[in-house]
């Protein structure tokens, strides 16, 4: 079937821009209004006890704001670093068979640097929760 | 007027509304987990398949009260916790409501106890009560639907839902004031000023006590061992005359010590003698003030002994006092001797000091701290002498006989109390027990006391390096039902349902060491039938209490499902518990002399089909934790205590077995017949969570075994004894003839005199070793009532275990220990 309209920006029968903002408005307006509704619907008391962090029905002592100990950040950083490199490999999935042999090759060489990465890390114990933190 | 259809049209609307907003939350309630006691096993027990409270619209517990809209107030409102429960409430959005659960909850039921609350209505709003003690699931089941037809019939929500002022929703009953609201005394209003029924003849006064009118025979002696002798003339050469051995005794070889000498005595007992007594079975005090005859009487009976003592210790120890205003007991055990000796220490004034044993035994710390608390007597040379079972602010000790007894003597626990007297705070009390330096700056944590993991308000304070544990200081004390002085006002019939609730999943087997103890005092004989029939109750309670207990530590380590599994056969054991005694949780089945009723018909068909259903159930429950690669990771390893550890610091039952050493007091110390069972005592090396599991485990097995024995055999013949001085008689003799009807009618009103003298009995019930030591000063009630629970000496090792743990291992140990906080805070 032939579109009805050239330009295709307004098309129904296209992917265009169109549909992209009215999901995005629909989606949007969805949000907002539930967000709404439940802040605003029902009762509320505020006071001190119920702004109070619950702690096991204590009052809680000192701060939760302390120098959070290095292997938090670790792990924190070997996540994002093997998680975006998945971003990589999932586009290279999507256009493998554009690529051809060669950019299999660029990317077998890549996941090589990763796993060299990763063993290194697995020697000096950053995975090893207790022991890096020990060490720290 | 104007506006009027309008005004319908909106009303109407409004109406609507109402009916849509009240019908949904009638049928998602979510309950807030969160437990005091008792009750609290009878709440969850109505979440399980066979009640499945979720038919009825509340189906999950939440953890937080963020996240909850009805708090069920399941079990006592200790003076401690009190302050938290109202934190939770507070701290639960609107709308909420409020059920009562169980007799604690809806007035202080039989616990009219100086830290108890005589009813949470005094802090809280109370929509529905639910009575009981405790009440049956199928009684949480009927609450629930009782909130939901409050919600319908008397809620209009929707005008505080759009904010157009008006409405109700939630409890919005006011909290009820003593005297004006409501009456906390239980015979209703307008007795102020008449004494309670039988207050007369407890402590200081004993005023019209008729237990001197009746004869009673003296207290049972004991045959000393040849080895006690030749430990008792050791004693003598070395120490001279500042130890002095109790010439009659009814239980074990006991001793008066001086306090200068006491340590010296104790740590030879410990190190040198032969056998070395290793073990500190437990530690505390009697207040001697309210003797009948301040004569420094304990171990004798009868008024021509008594004499005689006296002129001895006159002539023999000038030095000593031989009317001490307090005595100190320690209660030692020899592992290799299988025996026990109990030593006994005289110390005076209004808060005498004793030197402290915490460098011979470390247990001792604790138990120092409860004596110090409950009595006043400070220990020199103990680390860290604080109170430990009363709140930090208490005032007074409330095991003196000066101190008042009832919750009701003294001003009514209030809303403005509940605000005010705060728990310490945690900084303070990891500081106050060294476990964190002065300028350290660590994340300091409250896991409990309402913690769904803590099982039971049991505080754990933790301060924290990352996820890894630098301290931890566990904050007992919010289960402290003073059950201690209650025994000491009830008669000793009476006493017989307080013991079920000091360890409330073990329902019967609390009541063995008890009813040994005063039967051992006042030489009571058990027919075989009875004590058959007290084997079988014990066994089952501990079958059930494992389950409960393998149940929830799946379930602390992420396994859900055995929680819906094990809870099946638990009902099928309480469906003969209840058949036989009637009760579920608390039978108060045993009595002085044997137990209440013969076993009824149809008993051993259950008992049958439970023996023949089981091993399969449980290699069922076996197939689904032991080889779980999850499971072993999270405790082979974990919280491990070594064997020398663990005699030194008290621990019993199965984690000591967990240790590798084959002790079990139903083989060492045996009693009840349980010499005439076959059954092995399972070991397991490493004494880590999964030892402590496989114990357990194999322990169902054995029980089972012992079950199908006592059925198998169980001999003819009476429940209980013949000889009716001290025991509730049958009903059928009460009936028949004239003798019996006057035991019955004396022994069920003022309750039989107990000759004067001391017993201390100790038995292997699910959770450890749980001693009863009953001193008795020849009255219709104790002088004395001690319980030696096995969870506080267990608990008070869980640092040990602990140390250098994470977050989730302590989780994990805690599990494994299988603690239960009325037995340890009692």
């Known amino acids: 079937m032939q579109p009805i309209a050239d330009g295709g920006v307004l098309s129904p029968w296209e992917p265009g821009v169109f549909t992209l903002i009215v999901y995005s408005v629909l989606v949007l307006a969805f949000i907002v209004s539930q967000l709404f509704l439940a802040s605003w619907l029902g009762e509320k008391k505020p006071g001190r006890e119920k702004s109070r962090p619950y702690e096991c029905g204590i009052i809680p002592t000192g701060t939760a704001r302390l120098r959070y100990p290095v292997p938090f950040y670790l792990v924190a950083i070997f996540f994002l670093i093997f998680d975006v490199e998945g971003a990589y490999i999932f586009t290279w999935a999507v256009i493998y068979e554009d690529v051809g042999w060669p950019g299999w090759m660029q990317m077998s060489f890549f996941i090589v640097l990763l796993l060299i990465g990763l063993f290194y890390i697995w020697k000096h114990g950053g995975l090893d929760w207790r022991a890096a933190h020990k060490v720290n | 007027m104007e506006g009027g259809t309008q005004g319908k049209l909106s009303d109407r609307f409004l109406g609507a509304a109402d009916v849509v907003i009240n019908w949904s939350r009638k049928y998602s309630l979510w309950p807030l987990f969160f437990g005091l006691s008792c009750c609290f096993v009878e709440e969850a027990t109505a979440f399980t398949a066979r009640y499945d409270i979720a038919r009825f619209g509340a189906e999950v517990l939440r953890p937080s009260p963020r996240q909850a809209d009805l708090l069920i107030v399941s079990g006592t409102v200790f003076k401690k916790i009190a302050p938290v429960v109202l934190r939770l409430y507070e701290q639960m959005p609107e709308p909420k409501w409020v059920i009562s659960m169980g007799s604690c909850s809806n007035s202080g039921g039989m616990y009219d106890v100086y830290s108890v609350v005589q009813g949470v209505d005094q802090i809280l709003p109370v929509d529905v009560y639910i009575p009981g003690c405790p009440p049956r699931p199928e009684a949480v089941l009927q609450g629930l639907v009782m909130l939901q037809e409050k919600i319908v019939a008397t809620e209009r929500p929707s005008r505080k839902v759009f904010h157009l002022g008006g409405g109700t929703q939630g409890t919005d009953r006011p909290v009820l004031v003593d005297g004006l609201t409501k009456a906390r005394d239980s015979r209703g209003p307008g007795y102020e000023g008449t004494p309670l029924r039988g207050s007369s003849v407890t402590p200081p006064s004993f005023f019209g006590s008729r237990a001197d009118v009746m004869w009673t025979p003296p207290a049972r002696r004991i045959e000393l061992t040849s080895r006690d002798q030749s430990l008792a003339s050791v004693m003598e050469e070395r120490f001279g005359s500042a130890v002095r051995q109790v010439p009659e005794t009814s239980d074990m070889m006991a001793f008066h010590v001086d306090e200068s000498r006491f340590k010296d005595v104790l740590r030879f007992l410990k190190t040198e003698a032969e056998p070395k007594y290793r073990r500190l079975d437990d530690l505390t005090a009697i207040d001697e003030s309210a003797r009948r005859d301040r004569v420094w009487s304990t171990g004798f009976a009868g008024a021509v002994s008594d004499v005689g003592a006296a002129g001895r210790f006159g002539e023999k120890a000038p030095s000593s006092d031989p009317n001490p205003d307090f005595t100190l007991v320690y209660h030692l055990l020899s592992f290799d001797a299988a025996s026990r000796l109990r030593i006994e220490v005289g110390v005076s004034g209004e808060s005498p000091v004793a030197r402290s044993i915490t460098d011979i035994w470390p247990s001792a710390n604790w138990y120092e701290r409860e004596v110090f608390d409950m009595f006043g007597i400070g220990f020199e040379g103990h680390p860290n002498l604080r109170r430990i079972l009363m709140p930090h602010d208490w005032e007074g000790h409330p095991l003196r006989k000066s101190y008042p007894g009832r919750a009701t003597e003294m001003p009514p626990y209030t809303f403005a109390d509940a605000q005010r007297r705060q728990p310490l705070d945690a900084g303070i009390a990891l500081r106050a027990d060294h476990k964190m ?35 931890l200081d566990l904050d007992i004390g919010y289960h402290h039902r003073g059950v201690e002085k209650i025994g000491e006002r009830q008669t000793w019939h009476q006493f017989i349902p307080y013991c ?48 409960v207990w393998f149940a929830t530590f799946a379930h602390d380590l992420g396994a859900m499902t055995p929680n819906f599994y094990a809870f099946a056969e638990r009902e099928m054991i309480l469906d003969i518990v209840e058949l036989i005694t009637g009760g579920r949780l608390h039978p108060s089945w045993f009595r002085l002399g044997g137990v209440a009723a013969d076993l009824p018909e149809g008993w051993k068909e259950a008992v049958d089909a439970l023996v023949s259903i089981f091993p399969r159930r449980l290699r069922e429950y076996e197939s689904l934790i032991s080889k779980n690669p999850i499971f072993q990771a999270r405790t082979e390893g974990v919280g491990p205590i070594s064997l020398e550890d663990a005699m030194d610091w008290g621990v019993t039952g199965p984690n000591l077995r967990a240790c590798g050493l084959e002790w079990d007091l139903r083989k060492k110390f045996p009693y009840s017949g349980y010499e005439r069972f076959e059954f092995d005592v399972p070991t397991a090396a490493g004494g880590d969570c999964y030892s402590r599991y496989l114990v357990r485990v194999e322990e169902m097995r054995q029980s089972l075994r012992i079950i199908e024995q006592a059925a198998a055999n169980m001999p003819s013949g009476r429940h209980v004894t013949d000889d009716y001085r001290f025991v509730v008689p049958k009903r059928a003799d009460m009936l028949k003839d004239i003798e019996s009807l006057i035991h019955h009618f004396v022994n069920v009103t003022r309750g039989p005199g107990i000759p004067r003298g001391e017993a201390y009995v100790s038995c292997e019930i699910p959770r450890g070793e749980q001693g ?55």
Do not use: W
């Open chain 2, 437 to 471: 330096a002065d300028d350290e700056e660590k994340l300091v944590l409250n896991i409990g006391p309402h913690h769904v993991s803590t099982h039971g308000l049991l505080r754990c304070i933790v301060s924290l390096d990352g996820e890894e544990i630098t301290g």
């Open chain 2, 500 to 547: 079920a609730r000091v360890d409330y999943l073990a329902g019967a087997a609390n009541d063995l060491p008890y009813v040994l103890a005063v039967e051992a005092l006042a030489d009571i004989k058990v027919p075989e039938r009875a004590q058959t029939i007290r084997v079988l109750l014990s066994e089952l309670f501990r079958l059930s209490n494992h389950l």
């Open chain 2, 772 to 826: 009863y030591y009953v001193v008795s000063d020849g009255l219709g009630c104790a002088y004395r009532m001690r319980i030696r629970g096995p969870g506080f000496a267990n608990v008070q090792a869980i640092p040990l275990m602990a140390s250098g743990a994470s977050i989730a291992d302590l989780i994990a140990i805690i599990g494994s220990v299988d603690y239960i906080l009325p037995d340890i805070d009692r």
